[in-house]
């Protein structure tokens, strides 16, 4: 057989092979896309959502929602968004309370007008497993859950998810998240770079994270300072917080027994002062009666605005757990009775929140990859200030020069934060106004960071 023979033999497999993953691919996720959500607006796009397993032996999946873009979607990139907890649904708080297409609203959904789709495929996941819609048949998956085990689960998550739409691999993919995805998503973009040093599957260009956790001694000492200078402590509260409470170490030594009782009664007083009525993660904004009560967990995301509905994480609750919905969302209830913000029934290693993530986004930025790192400067949980502090101590190690001095930046004609950019590569952004879930709390500012992002351009300067 000729070489020319040959060559036409080896193009023709490729091509069937091609065909295959494609018809193949397509007709997996035809599976999963939805037809209507009950009491959806009319809309443009293609929505899909249902499982990946992750693994078969221990029938582990996670489960996935995907709003394609309102315009153009071939042409428009991927975008990851995964919130935090640890333990909190993409789902219920990214999807349906921040960015995505719509938000629960009476009876029904209401279109968001200033939705992440509008700029880009929007892909939500609810994980670890054991979180929202994710589920395993064998419980014991749900014990000593690790930032480890949660980064592998993502990674296996997203190749099997390109197996159902083979049209989004060589897609331009940036991984977005808030609050514990200050962990999540860093580990997940270092597991893909060094998958691709053996196949080059994940076209990633860039990451953000907002009011992310990357270096808990920082993160949560700078809170004491917040609370002092937003009026939420007194002066004295103050000076022993900062005295006799290394706040970064507060909660592995609770979880061991050996928070020191000095330290204990400056943590009742703190609490007494702040007041349960006011929404931590949002200090300015007033909080849903209805759902005060539920603000336990260390990091847990909760929805607040003004001249928004600040109770719409009831909503959100009641939505999902319709039958109707589950239905057209493709999704069942495992091992639960009711689909929850925070899952409660996952045995999280919460003791992972002191190891420091800082240092993989720092590694991420030598590989090349485009670091942005933005602040609601509301939010008392994740201030401003830790973020701030470590953007410009990273920025020093790695030898990076203010490419962007500090300056406001604009969305029409307010300001919409402040901005600092370094080497191009690594940026950081406040958000004016933004509780720790920026895009619900202000959600134009938000999507005018997000499509700069994107675009890899600076933040307006003038309006």
Not at 58 to 67: D, M
Not at 253 to 266: A, D, K, L, M
Not at 330 to 344: D, E, I, P
């Amino acid at each position: 057989m000729s070489s020319l023979t040959w060559e036409i033999v080896a193009l023709s497999v490729v091509l069937v092979q091609l065909w295959f993953t494609t018809e193949v691919g397509c007709s997996m996720s035809t599976f999963d896309k939805i037809g209507w959500l009950p009491g959806q607006p009319q809309v443009g796009f293609q929505q899909y959502s249902g499982y990946v397993t992750v693994d078969v032996k221990k029938q582990r999946a996670l489960f996935y929602y995907f709003a394609e873009a309102e315009t153009d979607p071939a042409s428009k990139p991927l975008v990851l968004w995964l919130n935090g907890g640890p333990g909190c649904s993409s789902l219920g708080v990214g999807a349906f309370s921040e960015n995505g297409p719509f938000r629960p609203s009476g009876d029904g959904l209401v279109k968001n007008e200033y939705s992440w789709n509008k700029e880009a495929n929007m892909l939500y996941l609810e994980t670890p497993i054991g979180v929202g819609f994710s589920y395993s048949t064998d419980t014991s998956s749900y014990e000593a859950v690790n930032d480890k085990i949660t980064a592998r689960d993502n990674l296996v998550f997203l190749q099997n998810w390109f197996v159902k739409f083979p049209q989004y691999r060589n897609r331009s993919l940036f991984i977005t998240g808030e609050s514990y995805a200050g962990h999540y998503v860093p580990q997940l973009a270092q597991l893909m770079l060094q998958f691709n040093k053996k196949e080059n599957l994940f076209n990633l260009k860039g990451i953000a994270l907002g009011n992310p956790v990357l270096k808990f001694a920082t993160d949560f000492n700078s809170r004491a300072e917040f609370f002092w200078s937003h009026g939420l402590i007194s002066d004295s509260t103050y000076k022993m917080f900062t005295s006799v409470c290394n706040y970064s170490r507060y909660v592995s030594e609770y979880y061991r027994g050996n928070v020191s009782p000095i330290c204990s009664r400056v943590m009742v007083q703190v609490s007494r002062e702040t007041s349960r009525f006011v929404d931590k993660y949002d200090v300015t904004l007033d909080v849903c009666i209805s759902s005060v009560l539920s603000q336990s967990k260390i990091i847990s995301p909760q929805q607040v605005g003004d001249n928004i509905d600040v109770c719409v994480e009831d909503e959100t609750v009641n939505y999902l757990n319709r039958k109707d919905v589950q239905i057209a969302l493709h999704a069942r209830l495992v091992g639960v009775r009711r689909w929850a913000v925070c899952s409660n029934i996952l045995d999280y290693e919460l003791l992972d929140i002191e190891i420091p993530t800082i240092n993989i986004v720092g590694s991420l930025i030598k590989a090349g990859i485009p670091v942005l790192i933005y602040s609601g400067d509301q939010d008392s949980v994740i201030p401003l200030t830790g973020s701030r502090k470590l953007v410009h101590g990273l920025a020093e190690e790695l030898g990076l020069k203010t490419s962007v001095p500090y300056r406001v930046w604009f969305e029409g004609q307010q300001v919409g934060g402040w901005t600092q950019v370094y080497g191009n590569i690594l940026s950081f952004a406040t958000i004016r106004g933004a509780s720790h879930e920026a895009p619900f709390s202000q959600p134009e500012r938000s999507l005018g960071l997000f499509m700069a992002f994107l675009g890899g351009r600076p933040l307006p300067e003038t309006f």
